[in-house]
Antibody, heavy 119, light 107 residues
Framework: QVTLRESGPALVKPTQTLTLTCTFS??????????VSWIRQPPGKALEWLAR???????YYSTSLKTRLSISKDTSKNQVVLTMTNMDPVDTATYYC???????????WGQGTLVTVSS | DIQMTQSPSTLSASVRDRVTITCRAS??????LAWYQQKPGKAPKLLIY???SLQSGVPSRFSGSGSGTEFTLTISSLQPDDFASYYC?????????FGQGTKVEIK
């Protein structure tokens, strides 16, 4: 059974760095072809793909956010961490992590965590 | 970046209606397209991948078609559980991008 769960602060101040952790089970990021993506969704708006990390540690980022994002993994802990620097109120969103296959399919999602950016 | 444009943004339909949602890519993405269903307060659910492949466990009333730049998601007979928002997503090239969504409402 594949599960993913996002954790991190619900509230961050402008200019701060956000650190989110995705803890998963039911698959391993050491398996060839396995990946984890982060996707976000501002309230009432569309989904936005942010980043992906692969079993072989390849990393991919959103063009508009790549200077602010960093993704990493701890295979032994079954965790993926996303950091986003210089947070702004427009970054207020629900952040999802999701199991992804290298061919591109995003098939299992976490429940999401709402992050509000406000002073 | 590849832009994905969905139409319509909102669709009003009745139970048992046939519903079609269109997704257009700003450049060819072959068949590297997925469709997701999202209900309020919930994570998206994968319905279709590679433009026309039905994800395991998804009812057969859902189907996808298209290639290149134009794609459709069809619900053959709308059921009460299908009132939700639908998103297309391309995974032909990074960065991956989503459409702006289509909300299917009760008429």
């Amino acid at each position: 059974q594949v599960t993913l769960r996002e954790s991190g602060p619900a509230l961050v101040k402008p200019t701060q760095t956000l650190t989110l952790t995705c803890t998963f089970s039911g698959f391993s990021l050491s398996t060839s072809g396995m990946c984890v993506s982060w996707i976000r969704q501002p309230p009432g708006k569309a989904l936005e793909w942010l980043a992906r990390i692969d079993w072989d540690d390849d990393k991919y980022y959103s063009t508009s956010l790549k200077t602010r994002l960093s993704i990493s993994k701890d295979t032994s802990k079954n965790q993926v961490v996303l950091t986003m620097t210089n947070m702004d109120p427009v970054d207020t969103a629900t952040y999802y992590c999701a199991r992804t296959h290298s061919v591109g399919t995003i098939d299992y999602w976490g429940q999401g965590t709402l992050v509000t950016v406000s002073s | 970046d590849i832009q994905m444009t969905q139409s319509p943004s909102t669709l009003s339909a009745s139970v048992r209606d046939r519903v079609t949602i269109t997704c257009r890519a700003s450049q060819s993405i072959s068949t590297w397209l997925a469709w997701y269903q999202q209900k309020p307060g919930k994570a998206p659910k994968l319905l279709i991948y590679k433009a026309s492949s039905l994800q395991s466990g998804v009812p057969s009333r859902f189907s996808g078609s298209g290639s290149g730049t134009e794609f459709t998601l069809t619900i053959s007979s709308l059921q009460p559980d299908d009132f939700a928002s639908y998103y297309c997503q391309q995974y032909n090239s990074f960065p991956w991008t989503f459409g702006q969504g289509t909300k299917v409402e009760i008429k």
